[in-house]
């Protein structure tokens, strides 16, 4: 069984910056992705930043440049560094972890931190 719990969330002005973090417990064990994803108000959730085992990082077009995923192995905790916040950037975000035991892929989804940007 593993646990995940969104932290950072908040108000903050255009141009801002906020540090979202997903702490996991339980479990923890052959870890694939380390994601977090978003949904905006009458949108769909949508992949914003994913980082692979090996450290490879892809983000969405929209946040490339701004955001940046990273992770603590000792901590077992992963973070979403965002800057120069923009309205659009509005959202819930849900932290994610997928892991794989023998063939059984297992998916794990945080509870979702409010992210709001506006003046």
């Known amino acids: 069984q593993v646990q995940l719990v969104e932290s950072g969330g908040g108000l903050v002005q255009p141009g801002g910056s906020l540090r979202l973090s997903c702490e996991a417990s339980g479990n923890i064990f052959n870890i694939n992705t380390m994601a977090w994803y978003r949904q905006a108000p009458g949108k769909e959730r949508a992949l914003v930043a994913r980082?692979?085992?090996?450290?490879?990082?892809i983000y969405s077009d929209s946040v490339k440049g701004r955001f940046s995923i990273s992770r603590d192995n000792v901590k077992n905790t992963f973070y979403l560094e965002m800057n120069l916040l923009k309205p659009e950037d509005t959202a819930v975000y849900y932290c994610?972890?997928?892991?794989?035991?023998?063939?059984?892929?297992?998916?794990?989804w945080g509870r979702g931190t409010q992210v709001t940007v506006s003046s």
């Open positions: 980082i692979i085992n090996g450290g490879t990082t």
């Open positions: 994610n972890m997928e892991t794989t035991i023998q063939t059984t892929i297992w998916t794990y």
